[in-house]
């Protein structure tokens, strides 16, 4: 079992910057084996791909809505996935969460996520 902790959520004026971190711990948990993702679930909305990363960080994909904003990054030393987030504006205002997927490699299906956050709040308003 894996557990995911996320921080570095809070409140932000738009234009501003986040950095965002998700700590993951395990007994038989292997963090460079995984992919991780992260997902926002805006205000009464669905929750919504932002990036992913693969196991080594070679290969990264991100929703358009925040690409050329947005970095995901990892640290295997430290078992912990990163998300930069640049020129933030009121539309990303949500949960964040993270998760681990089942596999190494980038894939894109919810279901391919087994373990989540519990999630950390960002709020960009003036």
């Known amino acids: 079992q894996v557990q995911l902790v996320e921080s570095g959520g809070g409140l932000v004026q738009p234009g501003g910057s986040l950095r965002l971190a998700c700590a993951a711990s395990?007994?038989?948990?292997?963090?460079?084996?995984?992919?991780m993702g992260w997902f926002r679930q805006p205000p009464g909305k669905e929750r919504e791909f932002v990036a992913i990363i693969n196991w080594r960080g070679d290969n990264i994909d991100y929703a358009d809505s925040v690409k050329g904003r947005f970095t995901i990054s990892r640290d295997n030393a430290k078992n912990t996935v990163y998300l930069q987030m640049n020129d933030l504006n009121p539309v990303d205002t949500a949960v964040y969460y993270c998760?681990?997927?089942?596999?190494?490699?980038?894939?894109?299906?919810?279901?391919?996520?087994?373990?989540w956050g519990q999630g950390t709040q960002v709020t960009v308003s003036s």
């Open positions: 395990g007994s038989t948990f292997t963090f460079g084996h995984h992919a």
């Open positions: 998760a681990a997927s089942l596999y190494a490699i980038v894939t894109f299906e919810v279901s391919d996520f087994d373990s």
